[in-house]
T-cell receptor, first 109, second 120 residues
Framework: KNEVEQSPQNLTAQEGEFITINCSYS?????LHWLQQHPGGGIVSLFM???GKKKHGRLIATINIQEKHSSLHITASHPRDSAVYIC???????????FGEGTQLTVNP | GAVVSQHPSRVICKSGTSVKIECRSL??????MFWYRQFPKKSLMLMAT?????????EQGVEKDKFLINHASLTLSTLTVTSAHPEDSSFYIC????????????????FGPGTRLTVL
């Protein structure tokens, strides 16, 4: 069992739809990251969370430390949101990030 | 936000040659830099962690003599793939953490755009 699990693995949506990507983890963490990777490879850090909720534009990230669960929401999705979204956690002990397998999001016009 | 650059963005080389990839933190001092490798449709695999001025810590299974990492300053780390072989072809990504400041939080990690290496 992976320490970080994302669902769904693949997600196809129509433009305008509300999207949720989930991340569950099994270790104690000091921070959780949501990353975006477009075709061509570059990774953009969207959020870093240790508690509560953060919002940036149409993106919202939440985390529930007790339940060891985080969600990334995209409101009014757009084809340019099509990318792989990766959840990564920094364990309480150690300096490395542990990555989920990623969620491939495709938003059709 | 903080910016991490990588150079080159893509490189093609012949088998047996060495390739150097540079990773720079452009507007902050990177206390720790990470080098990752990513295979197609797979997640990032940590190769090594380096702190400025000290030797890199390599992950199990990563050959330190093949993947030479130098973190000579607080803004520059290099990865040299020595005697490259076709199986070294991959996407290499660096990432950096900096001193907490007004624009950088503790634990915040910034990623470079990646370098695609193709070994013929």
């Amino acid at each position: 069992k992976n320490e970080v699990e994302q669902s769904p693995q693949n997600l196809t949506a129509q433009e305008g739809e509300f999207i949720t990507i989930n991340c569950s983890y099994s270790v104690g963490i000091s921070a959780l990251h949501w990353l975006q990777q477009h075709p061509g490879g570059g990774i953009v850090s969207l959020f870093m969370l240790s508690s509560g909720k953060k919002k940036h534009g149409r993106l919202i990230a939440t985390i529930n430390i007790q339940e060891k669960h985080s969600s990334l929401h995209i409101t009014a999705s757009h084809p340019r949101d099509s990318a792989v979204y990766i959840c990564a956690v920094k364990e309480t002990s150690g300096s490395r990030l542990t990555f989920g397998e990623g969620t491939q999001l495709t938003v059709n016009p | 936000g903080a910016v991490v650059s990588q150079h080159p963005s893509r490189v093609i080389c012949k088998s047996g040659t060495s390739v150097k990839i540079e990773c720079r933190s452009l507007d902050f001092q990177a206390t720790t830099m990470f080098w990752y490798r990513q295979f197609p449709k797979k997640s990032l695999m940590l190769m090594a962690t380096s702190n400025e001025g000290s030797k890199a810590t390599y992950e199990q299974g990563v050959e330190k003599d093949k993947f030479l990492i130098n973190h000579a300053s607080l803004t520059l780390s290099t990865l040299t793939v020595t005697s490259a072989h076709p199986e070294d072809s991959s996407f290499y990504i660096c990432s950096a953490r900096g001193y907490p400041s007004g624009s950088i939080s503790y634990n915040e990690q910034f990623f470079g755009p990646g370098t695609r290496l193709t070994v013929l």
